[in-house]
């Protein structure tokens, strides 16, 4: 048996534990800023605009060498005794070093320790299968039950290796703590052992090519995705256990042009956000994840033609029944939650008072 009876599910996994939550908290996760804690001017500059990112993620993991990690777990504490995370604002994540990994534990020790309930989620890399969210969910009910945590610590799942993607369907039932997952590119290319050193967006070599017609003209060449399948099954494992999927990292800082429309197909295929490697791709994200205010307007007039999404509506010339209704709703409710965090978008969207 790999999975917990459906009735112990939500159980706390340690005496004095926190239960998990039964429901995700709606907040918006559009974009998940990662930040190396040790160096100081980018985590300053990070911390001082932080009431304008979604998720700000301490990285203690790759891009950290291994004469810095202590520097690094030392400044993600510092960061989460910033006033900033003790409101309703932005989130404070950490992406730990991996259970395979000789920093893993004094990563956990410490954050339980040492930052209080400031860092709502630990984002565990190159997840493996279910079994590495069972040894995370016990080892932190018992951490939060010895320093009397008043709530739990979230999991964010990352999927970067060919047996991750393998067993994603039952890694994304396998723990109350998941929140989401995301993917993560670039380990997942060197784990297929795929032809490339790009982190994330496409490949000028995967390509498709149309029929040759006789004429010697040279043939239609159009790029393809290379991350479209692994992303779709992400999605739907994710959507299916009650969990938000999200695009991972964009490592070409320079072509905003590109991230955006890898961000843009994310957002569209069903994920709520992605990561961002540098400032310049925080606005990006969190504009690209949040609806057009044309489509909202659209969605606007079709839930309000239907309100309880029964029975069927005729909007210029296009039938919607309870299918579109859902899809609309979908648009508006998203649209809200923006707008509850940004005026400036909600009177975009019309939902000023």
Known sequence: MTERSPRAFFAPLAQ???????????????????????LERPRDKALETADRIDVICANLEDAIAAEAKA??????????????????????????NGPASPWHLDDVLALMAEAGEAVTTLMVPKVEGPWDMHYMDQLLATLEARH????????????????????????????????GMSL????????????????????????????????????????QDIWHYTL????????????????GPFGDIADLEACEQQFRNAFVLG????????PSQIALAQRVFSPEPGEVAAARRIVEAMPDGAGV????????DDATWKQAKVLVDLARTVAAREPERAALYGFQS
């Open 184 to 223: 993560g590119p670039a380990d997942l290319a060197a784990s297929r052992a795929m032809k490339t050193t790009r982190v994330g967006g496409g490949h000028p070599a995967y390509r498709v090519l149309s029929d040759p017609d006789g004429s010697g003209a040279p043939r239609i060449s159009v790029q």
């Open 271 to 278: 994920c709520a956000g992605a990561w961002s490697l540098h």
């Open 71 to 96: 520097a690094a777990r030392a400044g993600a504490l510092a960061m989460a005794r910033h006033p900033v995370f003790k409101g309703a604002g932005a989130q404070l994540w950490v992406r730990i």
């Open 313 to 320: 509506a005729m909007i210029d010339g296009k039938m919607q």
């Open 16 to 38: 004095g534990a926190p239960p998990p939550p039964r429901d995700l908290p709606t907040r918006l996760e559009r974009v998940i800023h990662f930040v190396p804690p040790h």
């Open 148 to 179: 009397a945590r008043r709530t739990p610590v979230m999991l964010h799942a990352i999927l970067e290796t060919a047996q991750g993607v393998a067993n994603v369907e039952a890694i994304a039932r396998s723990s109350p703590r998941l929140t």
């Open 232 to 247: 779709s099954r992400m999605v739907d494992a994710c959507v299916a256990a009650g969990l938000k999927p999200f695009y």
